[in-house]
């Protein structure tokens, strides 16, 4: 209880709020301002009549978009629930459980893009349907979003899986945006944060590139070698996250974020709609790089995402060995720090101090900002920030807040030993600068 105060209730109503009012502004700035959030700015500022214009230029529903989305989600649902997977355990909760889980994303992944190639190679379908009908798409992704955010609110209240894993904050806002459940189940066996996180919004983020890339050559003819590196880099990253799908239950969002409108309109609207931008930027504004750019470029983003992949299996790798095992040839290093659970239990576990967990506290996240740099820098020919960099900005500001509350509950938690630690590794993300 008691974790809202105004601040945090006047900024919980106005994310409930402002959410699908920014994501639309995008929406409308990649339709009818040449892919400039500015322009679109200030034609609404020196505009007479601003409703009207927004009326006018509001992306549509249609039927057909909203049953393809549903039955988007009854397929990745049924995928989820009924393909076979490796049992895996999630991180105890502070609630004291250890939630287990069938993973099953990599093979959900290459089952839904098998079909997306049949489909197109059979011409059962455009491949650029999605980015056709992406208006549609988006207003159906919205209303689910905001009606998951209320299923999982109500649910919360009234029928939680796990009470000691819920907390009321005192402000019905807060609740709603930050969420009351920390893993919400139906059943035993379907986890609502995991599936949501995961599986409609992932899977898809290849596709809608995809689409887009396909809209582009129908529109231009060929396929710029910038929405190549995106594509290739946006696939190597979500291929990451599903044959690692056991670490990532080991992650903040699993083990630390509830699941309210933040997660729920977040993995519906937000993860396809704002992760793919680029694609989406490039597919109405191509941009042909030079070939030393596009080396540098992929490079880049590939070195980045070894970094990346290779600090989080670290930690994943030496606590699971608890600490004794090799790393980079040496013995790892860590220190060993007490907790306890709600339930009074004392628990153990590791704070590494080596290799990549030496250089800063949160390497990890500075190979993940490298990479969205490199994801983002291959759209920048026209020299716009808003919206082809918002993929990397976004980042920036999430992954900033996550060092912040992230490291306040790494204090709660680990007290003392959490101080030791920062003083052996002092620097967040980039040694002698932050
Ligand atoms: P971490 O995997 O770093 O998890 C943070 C938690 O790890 C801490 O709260 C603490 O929790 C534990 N921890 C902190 N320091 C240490 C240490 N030295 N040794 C061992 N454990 C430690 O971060 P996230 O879960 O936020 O992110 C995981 C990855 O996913 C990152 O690479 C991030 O960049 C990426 N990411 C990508 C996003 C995207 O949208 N593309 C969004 C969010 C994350 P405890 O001790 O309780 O386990």
């Known amino acids: 209880m008691g974790r809202a105060n105004t601040l945090t209730n006047v900024v919980s109503t106005f994310m409930v709020l402002w959410c699908p009012v920014w994501v639309t502004m995008n929406w409308m700035s990649l339709e009818y301002f040449d892919g400039s959030l500015p322009a679109l700015i200030k034609a609404f500022w020196t505009t007479d009549d601003a409703l009207s214009m927004i009326w006018r230029y509001l992306p549509q529903a249609s039927w057909t978009a909203s049953l393809a989305y549903a039955s988007w989600l009854a397929f990745q649902a049924l995928l989820y629930y009924a393909l076979p997977g490796k049992t895996s355990f999630g991180q105890r909760t502070p609630g004291g459980c250890r939630h287990r889980y069938e993973i099953n994303g990599a093979m959900a992944w290459a089952i839904t893009h098998l079909l997306f190639a049949v489909a197109v190679v059979q011409e059962w379908l455009d491949p650029a349907w999605i980015a056709k009908n992406w208006a549609g798409l988006f207003v159906a992704a919205n209303v689910y979003g905001y009606l998951l955010a209320v299923f999982v609110f109500v649910k919360?209240?009234?029928?939680?899986?796990?009470?000691?894993d819920r907390k009321f904050s005192g402000s019905w806002a807060?609740?709603?945006?930050?969420?009351?459940?920390?893993?919400?189940?139906?059943?035993?066996?379907?986890?609502?944060?995991?599936?949501?996180?995961?599986?409609?919004?992932?899977?898809?983020?290849?596709?809608?590139?995809?689409?887009?890339?396909?809209?582009?050559?129908?529109?231009?003819?060929?396929?710029?070698?910038?929405?190549?590196?995106?594509?290739?880099?946006?696939?190597?990253?979500?291929?990451?996250?599903?044959?690692?799908?056991?670490?990532?239950?080991?992650?903040?969002?699993?083990?630390?974020?509830?699941?309210?409108?933040?997660?729920?309109?977040?993995?519906?609207?937000?993860?396809?709609?704002?992760?793919?931008?680029?694609?989406?930027?490039?597919?109405?504004?191509?941009?042909?790089?030079?070939?030393?750019?596009?080396?540098?470029?992929?490079?880049?983003?590939?070195?980045?995402?070894?970094?990346?992949?290779?600090?989080?299996?670290?930690?994943?790798?030496?606590?699971?060995?608890?600490?004794?095992?090799?790393?980079?040839?040496?013995?790892?290093?860590?220190?060993?720090?007490?907790?306890?659970?709600?339930?009074?239990?004392?628990?153990?576990?590791?704070?590494?101090?080596?290799?990549?967990?030496?250089?800063?506290?949160?390497?990890?996240?500075?190979?993940?900002?490298?990479?969205?740099?490199?994801?983002?820098?291959?759209?920048?020919?026209?020299?716009?920030?808003?919206?082809?960099?918002t993929y990397f900005i976004f980042q920036f500001v999430l992954l900033n807040h996550r060092i912040i509350r992230g490291e306040e509950s790494c204090r709660n938690k680990y007290g003392e030993k959490w101080e030791e630690y920062c003083e052996i590794v002092p620097w967040r993300l980039i040694p002698g600068i932050y």
């Open 156 to 164: 919360g209240r009234y029928a939680p899986t796990n009470v000691e």
């Open 174 to 389: 807060y609740d709603f945006w930050m969420g009351l459940e920390l893993n919400p189940r139906i059943g035993s066996h379907f986890d609502v944060k995991l599936f949501h996180n995961g599986r409609p919004g992932i899977v898809a983020w290849t596709l809608i590139d995809l689409s887009f890339a396909a809209w582009q050559y129908e529109k231009f003819g060929s396929v710029s070698n910038s929405m190549l590196i995106v594509i290739v880099l946006h696939t190597v990253y979500t291929l990451d996250f599903f044959f690692n799908e056991d670490w990532y239950l080991k992650t903040m969002d699993i083990t630390h974020d509830h699941m309210g409108m933040m997660l729920a309109w977040g993995d519906a609207v937000f993860l396809p709609s704002f992760y793919t931008i680029q694609a989406q930027y490039l597919a109405y504004h191509p941009v042909q790089l030079s070939t030393p750019a596009f080396i540098a470029l992929m490079a880049l983003g590939m070195g980045a995402y070894a970094a990346f992949r290779a600090s989080n299996s670290e930690k994943l790798h030496v606590r699971e060995a608890d600490g004794d095992t090799m790393v980079w040839g040496r013995p790892a290093t860590a220190l060993r720090c007490n907790y306890w659970t709600a339930d009074g239990k004392e628990h153990q576990s590791l704070l590494l101090t080596c290799d990549w967990w030496s250089i800063a506290r949160h390497t990890n996240y500075t190979a993940d900002l490298v990479l969205a740099w490199a994801m983002c820098a291959p759209c920048s020919g026209d020299g716009l920030v808003l919206p082809p960099w």
